[in-house]
DNA sequence: CCTCGGCAGTTTGTCTGACCAAAGATTATA
DNA sequence: TATAATCTTTGGTCAGACAAACTGCCGAGG
């Protein structure tokens, strides 16, 4: 019976575990960096003391943490990549859907969080826009108006805008990740158009922004998410009455 | 000269990449939920037409994500993992240290994130608590009176207790994530001793949680949050001139 | 002299086949 | 029946080889 895992993890280590450790705190440490040049396999496997299959293994583990990128060919070798924001929300994205799956975390709580950090993002945006940001999200709002979208999803562009105009690039991120494991979760839930509304609210918004007023940037954009998530929640009731209904 | 590495990735895919993906599809979709198990390797590298050393890579690479594990014996082989909060946290961590390493994040933005999930997670934890997070909290005010801490980050217990009782399990995730990576950039800095003055604080903000009052529990969580910054930094600059007169 | 094309060398990617180690299952034994 | 030795299944590791990709050199031709 599958399932007790717990009780397996009894201390051992794998042999290529320990050498992902070791080429990971080699690199936690700053002996090495983004961009360095690994020793080749043949040599690394060496050193280790290991065979080849097995180091390749461990730097395999690496590379899917995004920590490593290999290529071929003289000028080729294994690399210490350099880290990227987009990267490290997609793979938490790709968690937080999985997590979703396992109803370790719940559609409403997604909203909240997301709540959180974009009204804490707009409030800053308020304080801290430049005139460049103001022109990134007046141009994501006309083209946005201009667009016949049929997805539920396209103004998460404007939203991207505001995020950049807080200059918090974690904040940045965090969003990035709920956004992506919400497109993720409805991606194939039909989604009633509430576009005109969710424009104008946009608008809304940059004219907070642009105001610099930070308490009005909050309740607008708490207004605006509240109704984008009444809509979202709408489709998937209607999703899991369909579902229901079917099976 | 190796860093020219986005001209490199022309659209090949390499097989062990393949299958990690098609097995992570497998779970995505459904097909493959937790606790499941895999077939054997030998049988996996049948089916996917590869040998087992390149299967095996695949392998690695999406256990190293914690989306596999696998175990010896009869009984053993390799099984999809249950999604686990603190897992993805301690990944998320990860990879913010080295994000902060390479200056793609400072030490203001992690601490304005930080202050935006813990003021918030405490204004939902003054509306949502229980009676048992009540007594968690006090339980751990308690315990830390009670110890002579020469760390900084023993603290981080109580503030872990608002985020459980603000029943929102993303926010709690984000916020610990967020705290690993504070600590682990800290490790070995000298923190000033602010033992009383925040363990003052800590039962003003238990008591603010207690009375329900959501926006005292803000305000009070915000200045022990600009307090406890101040102390950081004030650490952060002390390290960075004894290494400036040192090197 | 310069340019272009192919050859050689380096490095990762993949394969074959084998043996080792761990741990539950089985069976022989007391 | 209880227990210990053995079996069997599964992942863990190893060795060596060849293929593919790519750079850099070098010679042929202009």
Redesign the interface.
Known sequence: ???N?QA?SSGKTKT?ERI?SSIRDS??S?ELG????LPPETELARRFGVSR?TL???L????????L?S?TGP?G?T?V?????FG?AD??A??????F??E???LE??W??RE??EV?AGE?AAGRRTERDLEAMLGVIEEDEGKDYASYFPDITFHRTIAEASH????S??MLA?HMTLASIARDYVIPDAKELSQRQHRLIYEAILLKDGALARRRIQEHLEMAYSVYQGAVRRRSRELAARG
């Open positions: 019976m599958p399932g895992r397996r290529f992902a690199i936690l700053g983004p961009g360095d040049r299959p390749r293994e461990a395999k583990a690496l590379e899917a943490l995004d920590v990128e290529f000028s070798g690399f990549s350099t880290p990227d924001s490290i793979h938490l790709s968690s937080l859907v999985l997590l799956g396992a370790k975390v719940s709580e997604l909240v969080a959180t950090i804490r800053l918090n690039r974690l904040l991120l965090f709920v």
